[in-house]
């Protein structure tokens, strides 16, 4: 690695992004990160990942709220403990009492003939087209994990990789980071966890937008609603899984209007969707369809953001390019911002890929096994870190954007992806030996200090999951909607 952070404090994590972001040092005073200890057993250093993430979304949001109000950038606060927490949110939470596990039955770590592959399977369509590929024909009743991983034991790790990506399905080979780094992925990688880059230039800057206004508003539970930061603030929420839909979820709390389309192609992912559609109403759109793409781009006509995980490329091809979206804009700014597995550039950047992907074939699982010490072959990280921080990363990225818009004028694209947070982490350095294993772990639900959590009632019923780790003075910073089942609501802004 080509880069060394691990002098950095959280801190200066948030610092170094705000600097690259662009915006003004002075509000930097404004952010306390508070507790101490490692956070989260581990040789990376997962606490500080968190806290300053979580505590750069909570920042960029302040500094919105400034400009918006005329008031000074009011404190913000983030304490460690409940970061880390909700690094793992979608392990915590009880749907009526009961938990669930997003973990699909036939995937993770399996030997073959050279080494190991980490296969992701928590989609049922990916998890059929890895029993294809592998037996030939999909089983029914389907094949046990033993029986795919008595299949995949023939195989090269490399060419298992290969064949998986042709055929748009997801393992990872399991590399050390020797291996890793003299790949031309991890080369093309960027060294920023954030990219903000112009797509469209402005003569002056029009300030804040009338649909977001300092007065007060009522929210569509009939509360009134005094001071949210993001307050009017319009987002089209097209993301699956974890990092896309951690930064909406991240806007919403801070009182954007999220509007979350999904397909009426792909399957729910009721594991993941419980927690992560916090704030979020719920649209289903097939974009294929004419009269829904053109549903799709009158919502973009009035939105403030497009936020998107598809691989790059995947929705230019159905014809929503930036060239459309600014075109029906006709001049008025926008942010899009854009979540991928490997970024822009490299001959993965059109591959799929997820966080346990990621963490397999970048040397992350080989080199937390050697500082565990324990003969593993590998070690997952103790939870989804890189997906949690790109979300925050992109939500920070987003809200950067919106204040350059309506400070400096233009529209901008956000760059953020699972494998440029790695490169981050990465550079934060390890902890010595296994002395970053020496705290305990939150695990379960009772794992986890009760005023950490809110229950709420939801479309699915009784919701019991984690509160948002950031306090911001005079703000609230809350979710107003509770998860409800795909495609309950319409196509339009409020």
């Not at 997962?46 to 009011?74: C, E, F």
Request: aromatic share 8%; proline share 7%; hydrophobic share 35%.
């Amino acid at each position: 690695m080509a880069l060394d952070r691990s002098s950095f404090t959280a801190f200066d994590t948030v610092r170094h992004a705000w600097k690259t972001l662009g915006l003004p040092p002075p509000a930097l005073t404004s952010l306390s990160l508070t507790g101490e200890g490692l956070g989260l057993p581990s040789s990376f250093k997962i606490g500080h990942l968190a806290q300053a993430s979580i505590g750069l979304s909570g920042l960029t949001a302040a500094l919105i709220n400034a400009q918006r109000t005329g008031k000074p950038v009011p404190q913000v606060t983030v304490p460690l403990q409940h970061a880390v927490i909700e690094f793992k949110s979608e392990r915590f939470y009880l749907l009526d009492k009961k938990s669930y596990s997003a973990w699909g039955p036939v995937g993770g770590l399996h030997a073959c003939s050279d080494g190991y592959v980490r296969a992701h399977d928590s989609f049922p369509h990916h998890r059929n087209g890895l029993v294809k590929l592998l037996l030939g024909y999909e089983r029914s009743p389907p094949p046990t994990r033993a029986q795919v991983g008595e299949a995949i034991s023939p195989w090269r790790s490399i060419d298992l990789e290969t064949a998986a990506a042709d055929n748009g399905f997801v393992i990872a080979a399991l590399r050390s980071y020797k291996q890793w780094d003299v790949t031309p992925q991890a080369q093309a990688v960027s060294d920023q966890p954030i990219t903000i880059t112009k797509i469209l230039s402005q003569k002056a800057p029009i300030g804040l937008p009338r649909h977001i206004g300092t007065t007060t508003t009522t929210t569509t539970t009939g509360r009134e609603d005094k001071n949210k930061c993001l307050r009017g603030v319009r987002v089209v929420d097209m993301t699956r899984v974890i990092a896309g839909p951690v930064a909406g979820k991240t806007l919403a709390a801070h009182g954007a209007e999220v509007l979350w389309v999904t397909s009426p192609n792909l399957p729910d992912l009721p594991e993941l969707d419980r927690d992560l559609a916090r704030g979020k109403r719920t649209v289903q759109l097939d974009v294929r369809n004419p009269e829904d793409l053109e549903a799709l781009m009158n919502l973009l006509e009035d939105a403030d953001v497009l936020l998107q995980s598809y691989r790059p490329g995947s929705l230019g091809g159905l014809g929503i390019t930036e060239e459309a979206i600014l075109r029906r804009r006709k001049g008025r700014p926008i942010v899009i911002a854009n979540l991928s597995c490997f970024g822009t550039a490299g001959p993965w950047k059109h591959r799929r890929g997820f966080d346990s992907i990621v963490q397999a074939c970048s040397g992350m699982n080989v080199s937390e096994a050697e500082h565990h010490g324990k003969g593993e072959a590998a070690k997952p990280l103790p939870c989804q870190a890189l997906d949690h921080a790109s979300g925050y990363f992109l939500a920070s990225g987003i809200m950067a954007s919106l204040y350059r818009a309506w400070t400096e004028g233009g529209s901008y694209r956000v760059d953020v992806s699972l494998a440029g947070t790695m490169k981050y982490l990465r550079s934060l350095g390890q902890f010595p030996g296994d002395s970053g294993f020496e705290t305990s772990d939150y695990e379960k639900s009772e794992d986890v200090p009760e005023e950490y959590f809110e229950t709420r009632p939801s479309g699915f019923g009784e919701l019991r999951a984690i509160k948002h780790s950031v306090r911001i003075d005079g703000a609230e910073v809350s979710w107003d909607i509770m998860p409800q089942p795909l495609g309950s609501h319409k196509p339009k802004w409020q």
